[in-house]
């Protein structure tokens, strides 16, 4: 049986009917393949268990995983307030599995799954979507062993004034969770990644973090020291816009002899970066600015590493996992990283994906990593006879 993509999206007032709509484009475009497994892509405005309710209606026992957005990405480009269904059939199975826990304790979590992905000893592909305001990413990604199954993911945006937003795996939804999947049999998955943001010279010394809070910089708080650079008040990056717009300006931070990349979900009261990675005391910090025509070659680079991971297979069906900040970024031009991304995968690879606060991908002889400000794209193609 070949391996067949297809991708629904629906506009609608309410989660279910935006679901039924979408799953229901979605099975019309696979056509007569029986899809083995679905991935939800929703706005943060519905409530999950209808979106749940209106895809599962449809699909019946199917396996499915998601999780919020503030949009969806279809190959229509950018798609507010919507539903996006992506299907996948073919010679292959899935397990999916809910896990709650991740909030408390993202070790735990990732025990969990490894031992899960060892069942049967048979090899196994993780995809996985987590929450990107509450839990350790980062711990969770450090404790997947080196020789692990190839494990990707991303951390899933919503509210950002209210900080929630929600995941979804088989015929359960919430908040503060990880939803995954497992999947295994004959397919190909390959992953790309890549980001559009450059340093502009200042650099600074962390002087004080704590957990997940970046206090200060060159010894005074986060915020004053963007308000110097930027010409706006120190206490304006508390509110809105500016608390979120602080995104759009990361850090590169040292880690080792590489450079890895920081993002602040917001600016405190206090002045004080929160950010979804602990940033260690001491270490120098490089201010970074994005660009829409780096964010396009980024996204054709991502897209091309990932072509070349498929070898010789044909790409059945994209997810595209995007920072939030490009949606930021690109707000005059939404959707062109999808435009992008065709021009290296064609029109006819079905495109599905959404903004996320972070990005989860496998790494080879090394555990997961955590990235922030990037856009992946995870390709699915047939395996080899």
């Not at 970024?329 to 690879?349: F, R, S």
Request: proline content about 6%.
């Amino acid at each position: 049986m070949p391996l067949v993509g297809s991708v629904g999206s629906a506009q609608a007032l309410g989660g279910r009917e935006a679901g039924l709509q979408a799953t229901h484009h979605a099975l019309n475009k696979i056509g007569v393949f029986s899809p083995n497994f679905g991935i939800v892509i929703a706005s943060h405005q519905y409530q999950p268990r209808e979106v749940l309710s209106g895809v599962s209606s449809l699909l019946g026992e199917s396996p499915v995983i998601g999780f919020s957005s503030p949009a969806g990405l279809t190959g229509d480009g950018h798609q507010p307030h919507s539903v996006v269904v992506a299907l996948l059939g073919g010679d292959f199975e899935v397990q999916t599995e809910w896990h709650p826990e991740f909030a408390q304790s993202g070790r735990e979590t990732a025990l969990k799954i490894v031992e899960q992905a060892r069942v049967n000893g048979q090899p196994k592909s993780v995809l996985c979507f987590a929450d990107g305001f509450n839990g350790d990413a980062e711990q969770f990604c450090s404790t997947i062993p080196t020789q692990s199954n190839p494990l990707v993911g991303a951390l899933s945006s919503g509210d950002m004034n209210t900080g929630t937003t929600f995941q979804l795996a088989g015929n359960q939804t919430g908040v503060g969770g990880l939803a995954a999947a497992f999947l295994q049999g004959g397919f190909r998955m390959s992953v790309g990644y890549a980001h559009g943001w450059d340093p502009i010279g200042r650099q600074f010394r962390v002087t004080r973090s704590r957990g997940f809070w970046l206090r200060t910089l060159d010894g005074r708080p986060a915020s004053e020291t963007y308000a110097e650079i930027f010409g706006y008040p120190a206490r304006d990056w508390a509110f809105p816009p500016l608390n979120h717009l602080a995104r759009l300006y990361p850090l590169g931070v040292e880690q080792g002899e590489e450079m890895i990349i920081r993002s602040p979900i917001r600016v405190e009261a206090d002045g004080s970066f929160r950010m979804n990675a602990a940033i260690r005391d001491g270490i120098d910090a490089y201010l970074l600015v994005g660009s829409r025509n780096s964010c396009e070659n980024a996204a054709r680079r991502a897209a091309q590493q990932a072509l070349q991971g498929l070898q010789d297979a044909r790409p059945a069906l994209a997810i595209v996992l995007v920072d939030i900040a490009w949606q930021m970024l690109l707000t005059a031009n939404p959707g062109i990283e999808i435009a992008a991304i065709q021009e290296i995968l064609g029109t006819q690879v079905p495109i599905a994906g959404g903004y996320t606060l972070g990005q989860i991908v496998p790494m080879q002889d090394a555990s997961p990593k955590l990235l922030n400000q990037h856009i992946t794209v995870i390709l699915f193609g047939e395996a080899a006879e």
